[in-house]
C-alpha cells in the first residue's frame, strides 16, 4: 500500500509512534510518505520506500496564527496526488483528522477518493479536543473519518464519554520494535559518568507539562534518596522545568538530580536507568514507561488513564493514585532495596512489554487499512 501518515514530528508520544509505525510499515514492504513539518525525530532513516514531505507554513504578519490546516491540507492534495497513496493515517485528531477530511473533499473534486484513518493519543480527547472551543470541530471529524483508532481501552471510553460518536472506536495499543532497543545494552553505556556503583537510578522523561506532575516526581525521588543512594534523571523540556529545578534546590538535592534536555539518545539513558517515575494526571497510554520496561526497567506509575493497562500492579512495578507521593516512594524503595527484587522486576518488566510487541500490532493496522480502503 501507498500510505501517508501526519503527525507532530516531536518528541511528544504521538509523534514517536507514528514515526516507529512508518518504519516498520516501510520494513514491510509499504510505501510511506511523512506529510509533516519537520522530518520526524525519530525518523533516522529514509530508504527507499520511506519519504518525507514538508509541510511549510508560511509567517504573515496579518495572522495572529499562521494557518497551519491550510498549509497541511494543501500539501495533502498535492502529495496524494502526485505519489497515488492509498490512505491518510492522521495521528492526533487536532487539526489532523479536521485537516484530512477537508483534503478528502478537495480531493473528491478532482475526482480521487483516498480513506482516513483517525488515531486518537490522548490529550487530542481528555486535555485539549474536549475543550468547548474545539469541541464540535473534534466530534466533528472523528465521526467523518473511515476508521478511528485509540491507543488504549481508557482513550477509547474516554472519548464515547466526552463526545457523541456515531463512528466505531477500534483499540490499537502503542507499540515497541524490539530491533530498536534490542542493543541498549551493548550502547556505550557509561553509568558510571552518572552515578557510583552503589547508586540507584531513577528516570523521569516527558514534555514537562503540568499534566505530568513533574513536582510529584521531585518529591517522590526525595524520599527515595533519604532511604536508598540514588541519582533521578530527567529527560525533556517543557513549562514545569524551571520550577522542578527551583524545588530541587529548596530541597538540598540538585546535585543528586541531573536535567538532561531533549535527547534522541534515549536508548543511552535507558541503559541507565533502575526505576522509571510516571505519576501523570493522566495518560491515556504511557509509551514512554512501556519503552523504559522494553529495555527492563520497571515503572511507579499514577493508576489513571491507561497506565493499568500497560503497567501491571506488583508485576511490572506499581501504581497509586493520582498525588499520592507517598504510596508512591514507598513502592520504589520496596523494589529498589533489595538486588534480587529489582533483578525479577526488571524481568517482569520486560516480558510484559512483550504483549505490545510491533509484529503483533503493525498487522492490526494493516487490517485496519484494509477495512478503510472498503469503505470509500
Ligand atoms: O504525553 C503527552 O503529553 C504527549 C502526548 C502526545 O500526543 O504526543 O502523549 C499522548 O500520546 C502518547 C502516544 O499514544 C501516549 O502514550 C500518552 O499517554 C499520551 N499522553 C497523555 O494522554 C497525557
Redesign the pocket.
Known amino acids: 500500500m501507498k500510505i501517508g501518515i501526519v503527525c ?1 514530528p516531536t518528541y ?6 507514528a514515526t516507529e509505525l512508518g518504519m516498520g510499515l516501510a520494513k514491510d514492504g509499504h510505501e510511506v510518505h511523512f506529510i509533516t513539518t519537520h522530518q520526524p525525530v525519530r525518523l533516522d532513516f529514509l530508504n527507499a520506500n520511506l519519504f518525507f514531505h514538508e509541510v511549510f507554513v508560511e509567517e504573515y504578519p496579518l495572522f495572529h496564527y499562521q494557518p497551519y490546516e491550510l498549509a497541511l491540507s494543501s500539501k495533502l492534495v498535492e502529495v496524494v496526488i502526485k505519489y497515488k497513496l492509498d490512505i491518510l493515517h492522521v495521528h ?1 485528531a487536532i487539526p489532523h483528522a479536521y485537516a484530512a477530511y477537508m483534503t478528502k473533499q478537495m480531493l473528491k473534486e478532482k475526482g480521487v477518493e483516498i480513506p482516513v484513518v483517525t488515531t486518537l ?4 480527547i ?2 485539549v479536543g474536549s475543550h468547548p472551543v474545539y469541541k464540535t470541530a473534534v466530534e466533528f471529524s472523528i465521526n467523518n473519518s473511515d476508521v478511528v483508532t485509540a ?1 488504549s481501552e481508557n482513550l477509547k471510553q474516554d472519548t464515547l464519554r466526552l463526545f457523541n460518536i456515531e463512528n466505531n472506536i477500534e483499540v490499537i495499543y ?1 507499540f515497541i520494535d524490539f530491533e530498536h532497543v534490542k542493543d541498549h545494552e551493548d550502547s556505550d553505556c557509561m553509568r558510571s559518568n552518572i552515578a557510583k556503583p552503589e547508586e540507584r537510578i531513577l528516570l523521569h522523561i ?2 514537562f ?1 503540568p ?2 506532575r513533574i513536582q510529584d516526581i521531585i518529591t517522590i525521588f526525595n524520599k527515595v534518596q533519604e532511604k536508598i543512594p540514588s541519582k533521578l534523571i530527567m529527560i525533556g523540556e517543557g513549562p514545569e522545568k524551571e520550577s522542578a529545578m527551583r524545588y530541587a534546590k529548596e530541597l538540598g538535592i540538585k546535585d543528586k538530580i541531573i536535567f538532561m534536555g531533549n535527547t534522541t539518545e534515549i536508548k543511552k539513558v535507558l541503559c541507565y536507568a533502575d526505576l522509571f517515575l510516571l505519576p ?1 494526571a ?7 514507561a512501556l519503552e523504559a520496561m522494553a529495555v527492563k526497567t520497571p515503572v511507579i506509575s499514577s493508576n489513571t ?2 497506565l493499568p493497562e500497560v503497567n501491571v500492579q506488583g508485576v511490572t512495578g506499581f501504581l497509586s493514585d493520582v498525588g499520592d507521593c507517598e504510596d508512591m516512594a514507598k513502592n520504589a524503595v520496596y523494589i529498589l532495596e533489595d538486588d534480587q527484587r529489582l533483578e525479577q522486576f526488571k524481568q517482569n518488566a520486560f516480558e510484559n512489554a512483550k504483549r505490545f510487541s510491533i509484529d503483533k500490532v503493525l498487522p492490526q493496522y494493516e487490517r485496519i487499512y484494509e477495512i478503510a480502503l472498503q469503505r470509500v
Open positions: 507532530y511528544g508520544g504521538s509523534g514517536v509512534l492526533y493519543h490522548g490529550t487530542d481528555t486535555l491507543v502503542n516527558s514534555n507539562r499534566v505530568k501523570s493522566t495518560e491515556s497510554f504511557g509509551l514512554a488513564g491507561g
